[in-house]
């Protein structure tokens, strides 16, 4: 079965700058969600999209943006780069028809320099 | 206080042996119930899902929910050793449409053979 693709799989930046995470979610899912994983910690929600409309937000710093396209897949933007921001980011996507069900990706790991 | 509290163990069980992983949660508001296993640098996996209190059995796998008591547990029979994961509990409440997830710290377990 299909499941949710995330890109790029690890990326490395230096501090102050941006990346751009990608997030495809399972066929006929149109509802996508962020959440970030510090080392040793549990996943924290950043934001979710429903339809392509933001429909909850979290704990997101300003310095991120996301935003959800027509064929449902997502982008988290993070700019000015901070150490803090070295995390896993994983994406996860749900059918409005069982929304409380959430299908985690494999997730982008990000270490900022 | 966290609203969601996981023993983050470490646990080690023998092969054969029956697992239980608890959590207990705060907010009243949280409906939806979930555990999660995640291996190491994976993206979660949804095990078990439930909206009720009482049991709920897949497999090897019961999940069980006392919402009285705001606890919610997950029993493993017969742990093989490819059980050895971290496991999540996660619980949600709608707010605005979305279903964002709050997690427990994750609960690593072993199964030696």
């Known amino acids: 079965a299909a499941g949710v693709i995330q890109s790029p799989r690890h990326l490395i930046k230096e501090k102050r700058e941006t990346a751009t995470l990608k997030c495809y979610p399972i066929p006929r899912h149109d509802t996508v969600y962020w959440y970030q994983q510090g080392p040793g910690q549990d996943p924290q929600f950043l934001i979710s999209?429903?339809?392509?409309?933001?429909?909850d937000k979290g704990s997101i710093p300003d310095r991120f943006s996301a935003q959800q396209f027509s064929d449902y897949h997502s982008e988290l933007n993070m700019s000015s780069l901070e150490l803090g921001d070295s995390a896993l980011y994983f994406c996860?996507?749900?059918?409005?028809?069982?929304?409380?069900?959430?299908?985690f990706g494999p997730g982008t790991r990000l270490t900022v320099l | 206080q966290k609203e969601v509290e996981q023993d983050p163990g470490p646990l080690s069980v023998p092969e054969g042996a029956i697992v239980s992983l608890n959590c207990t949660y705060s907010n009243s508001a949280f409906q939806y119930f979930m555990w999660y296993r995640q291996y190491s640098r994976k993206g979660p996996e949804l095990l078990m899902y439930?909206?009720?209190?009482g049991n709920k059995e897949d497999g090897r796998f019961t999940a069980q929910v006392d919402k009285s008591s705001k606890y919610i547990s997950l029993f493993i029979r017969d742990s093989q050793p490819s059980d050895s994961a971290t496991y999540l509990c996660a619980m949600s409440a709608v707010r605005g449409g979305s279903y964002q997830l709050t997690f427990g710290k994750g609960t690593k377990l072993s199964v030696i053979p």
């Open positions: 999209f429903y339809e392509k409309m933001q429909s």
């Open positions: 439930t909206y009720s209190s």
């Open positions: 996860a996507s749900s059918p409005r028809s069982m929304a409380d069900t959430q299908y």
